[in-house]
């Protein structure tokens, strides 16, 4: 999983990527640090970049992308995003939507 340190590389990731994951965690979240090993382990069945961003490093994508919790799972398709999960997500329905992408 790649890491996002500023706002302009994440505007260069998703002009130059087709389809992707974001991972959206913050600083002091217990959720995150829970969640991210499980959707790190989805990196192997799907051939999409997976990307992960803290928003306390990079608060502009917050705002940018209408981002008021975490964590939160973003998958963008065609440039465009395509399924948002915050906080509390289900893995089935991750994997699910992922498959659309694929």
Same mark, same amino acid.
């Given at each position: 999983?790649?890491?996002?340190?500023?706002?302009?590389?994440? #505007?260069? /990731?998703?002009?130059?990527?087709? $389809?992707?994951?974001?991972? %959206? $965690? /913050?600083? !002091?979240?217990? &959720?995150?640090? @829970?969640?991210? *090993? $499980? %959707? %790190?382990?989805?990196?192997?069945?799907? *051939?999409?970049?997976?990307? $992960? &961003?803290? %928003?306390?490093? &990079?608060?502009?994508?917050? @705002?940018? #992308?209408? #981002?008021? /919790?975490? *964590?939160? &799972?973003?998958?963008? !398709? =065609?440039?465009? =995003?395509?399924?948002?999960?915050?906080?509390?997500?289900?893995?089935?329905?991750?994997?699910?939507?992922? @498959?659309?992408?694929?």
């Amino acid at each position: 999983m790649q890491v996002i340190k500023s706002f302009e590389e994440w #505007l260069e /990731t998703i002009e130059n990527q087709r $389809k992707l994951l974001l991972f %959206v $965690k /913050t600083d !002091h979240c217990s &959720v995150c640090d @829970g969640l991210l *090993p $499980k %959707v %790190v382990a989805l990196e192997e069945e799907y *051939p999409i970049p997976f990307y $992960k &961003v803290n %928003v306390a490093e &990079v608060p502009e994508i917050a @705002g940018q #992308l209408s #981002l008021f /919790t975490a *964590p939160v &799972v973003l998958l963008f !398709h =065609e440039g465009k =995003e395509y399924a948002r999960f915050a906080r509390f997500i289900q893995m089935q329905e991750l994997k699910r939507r992922l @498959g659309e992408i694929r």
